[in-house]
């Protein structure tokens, strides 16, 4: 967690490092950010996908912006960022993946592209401080416990093409109070 800084050659054939964050080669694939760094952080704009756990456990990171080359968040890739308010992403986000935003307990609002056609397993579990969500008509399938143990969520609205709602999704939402699905 005190890591701060990623360095890599510059003739290294797989890795690079940009700002003292770790990217694949041809710094499509965002790797590894640092969790001792603080603050904000924008994702530079060669960016394409946001790798397995990539922000894992960045416990100062408040803000993360998304550029419009970013179409996939990957698997635990915000995972315990306890102190990440807000993510402003851009609508070209196709896919957001298992855990994801795991344990993101200081986010309260999350918006949704309507770019994204699946959300993942457990994609907000635990977001104890979310308390609202608007699924986009875009998404098709919502995995397993994507919204389970958000605590202060009150209201959920899903959209008009949602075919597949996981097991568990409202399981330990305490505070829900409505829930909205279309007739279709």
């Known amino acids: 967690r005190s890591l701060t800084t990623i360095m890599v050659g510059t003739n290294n054939p ?82 957001i993946g298992d855990r994801a935003f795991w344990d993101c307990s200081s986010l309260t609002s999350v918006s949704i592209p309507g770019s994204v056609t699946s959300i993942g397993y457990a994609a907000f579990y635990t977001c104890t401080s979310l308390a609202n969500i608007t699924i986009p008509d875009s998404v098709t399938s919502i995995g397993d416990w994507a ?21 568990y999704e409202f399981y330990g939402c305490s505070g829900l109070t409505s829930i909205t699905i279309p007739g279709n």
Do not use: H, K, M
């Not at 919204?147 to 097991?167: A, D, M, P, Q, R």
């Open 14 to 95: 797989g890795y690079s490092s940009v700002n003292r964050v770790l990217f694949n080669n041809s710094q499509t694939t965002l790797i590894e950010y640092p969790p001792g760094l603080t603050g904000t952080y924008t994702i530079p704009s060669s960016v394409t996908a946001i790798g397995y756990a990539g922000f894992d456990s960045c416990a100062s990171l408040t803000n993360v912006t998304i550029p419009s080359s970013v179409t996939s968040i990957g698997p635990s890739a915000f995972y315990n960022c306890t102190s990440l308010i807000g993510i402003t992403a851009a609508g070209s986000v196709t896919n």
């Open 147 to 167: 919204l389970g143990g958000c605590t202060n969520l009150t209201s959920v609205t899903i959209g008009t093409n949602v075919t597949s709602i996981g097991n």
